[in-house]
C-alpha cells in the first residue's frame, strides 16, 4: 500500500494545481511544505462535526492545516504573538496561500468595545467558500484549555458585530506552538462554536519519515503533462 502513495500524492497535487492555477513555484512551494500530509492525512482536533452542517464542516475540516508553516525570515525562534502577526499582516499575499484557498484578509488587532472595556482579536479573515468569518488567535506557547475559551469570546463576538445575514457561522482557529491533542478535543467539548486547534512553525520543516513519500517537482510536472494531452 506505501509503495502506491506517491503515485496518488501526484496526483492531489496535479489536481489542486489545476484547480487553483498554481505557478511552478507555487507547486514546488507546497510540495516542499508537505502539504498533502499537513491537510489531508493529519488527523485534526476539532468541533466543527458538532458545531457546523454538513457540508460546510467537511470543507472547514479539510481546509485545516497542521501544522501551518509560515517562514518568516528575521523573526526569532522564540517570537511572540506580536511578532508574527506583523510578519504576517506585512507578507499577507504569501501567507494567505498557507492559510489556504478562498481566504481574504479582513483585519489585524480588531478593537472590540464590550461593556467599559477594550478587546483585540488578533487576526480575522473571510472565507469564501465557507462563506464565514475566520478568527484566528495566534499562541507564542503550547496549546491550554483556557486559550479555547478566549478564542470562543471572540467568535460570539464577531457573530454579533460583524457577521451578516448571508454569512455562515463564525469559525475560530486557535494556532500555538505544539499541542495535546487529546488535552486539546476534550478543552473542545461544550463549546458551541465551532473552533480548530492547530500547531504552527515559523520555518520550512518536513520530518523525515514524510519526505519518502513526497513526489518531486519533476515528477508532478510530468504527471501533470501528461494528464493534458490526454484532455
Known sequence: MNSKLPLGVRYWYIKQALEFGWSRNILSLQIDSG??????????????????????????????KDPYIFD????????????????????VTKYLLEMGTGFAFVARQKHFQIGDKDFY??????????????VVELKATSFKPEYAGQLNF??????????????NRTIGLLLCRGKDEIMAQ?????YNQPIGVSDYQLSKAIPE?????LPSIEEVEQELAQLLERN
Not at 528575521?74 to 504573538?81: N, S
Not at 467568535?155 to 448571508?166: A, P, Q
Request: charged share 25%; glycine share 4%; hydrophobic share 40%.
Open 154 to 167: 471572540y467568535i460570539n463576538v464577531v457573530n454579533d458585530k460583524l457577521k451578516g445575514e448571508h454569512d
Open 35 to 64: 502539504l498533502f500530509q499537513r491537510q489531508v492525512r493529519k488527523r485534526k482536533v476539532n468541533n466543527f462535526t458538532a458545531t457546523l452542517p454538513k457540508p460546510q464542516s467537511d470543507l472547514a475540516s479539510y481546509l485545516l
Open 186 to 190: 476534550y478543552a473542545l467539548e461544550g
Open 121 to 134: 482579536a488578533d487576526l480575522i479573515l473571510y472565507n469564501i467558500n465557507l462563506h464565514a468569518y475566520v
Open 209 to 213: 519519515e514524510l519526505k519518502s513519500t
Open 72 to 91: 518568516l525570515a528575521g523573526v526569532k525562534e522564540h517570537a511572540d504573538e506580536r511578532d508574527i502577526e506583523v510578519q504576517l499582516v506585512s507578507h
